[in-house]
Nanobody, 125 residues
Framework: QLQLVESGGGLVQPGGSLRLSCAAS????????IGWFRQAPGKEREGVSC????????NYADSVKGRFTISRDNAKNTVYLQMNSLKPEDTAVYYC??????????????????WGQGTQVTVSS
């Protein structure tokens, strides 16, 4: 069964860091672009970052550029989101998603076929 599982969320103070992981099971991520999305209470789900199948192409939302870094380890079938200099407005449930796509990636919710269950990130003092 194809499954994505996020982990690494938690409570962190403003200015702190977290690293989220997205582990795939039941399929290999080799030909999949992976996106990270987040949804705050009362808001629509928004794209945060994405990475192409090879890892050569990455994209970031303006709100996280320079603070977040996406990476992948295909040998471990896992994608990561390193989040630094966290702000209270980064508080949300973070989801990873996968779609079959070669040499590019998108941060649109509608483009992705497979989703994880989400992990809560709370930035608060």
């Amino acid at each position: 069964q194809l499954q994505l599982v996020e982990s690494g969320g938690g409570l962190v103070q403003p200015g702190g860091s977290l690293r989220l992981s997205c582990a795939a099971s039941g399929f290999t991520l080799d030909y999949y672009a992976i996106g990270w999305f987040r949804q705050a209470p009362g808001k629509e789900r928004e794209g945060v970052s994405c990475i192409s199948d090879s890892g050569a192409i990455t994209n970031y939302a303006d709100s996280v550029k320079g603070r977040f870094t996406i990476s992948r380890d295909n040998a471990k079938n896992t994608v990561y989101l390193q989040m630094n200099s966290l702000k209270p407005e980064d508080t949300a449930v973070y989801y990873c998603a996968a779609e079959v796509r070669i040499n590019s990636c998108l941060t649109s919710v509608d483009d992705y076929d497979y989703w994880g269950q989400g992990t809560q990130v709370t930035v608060s003092s």
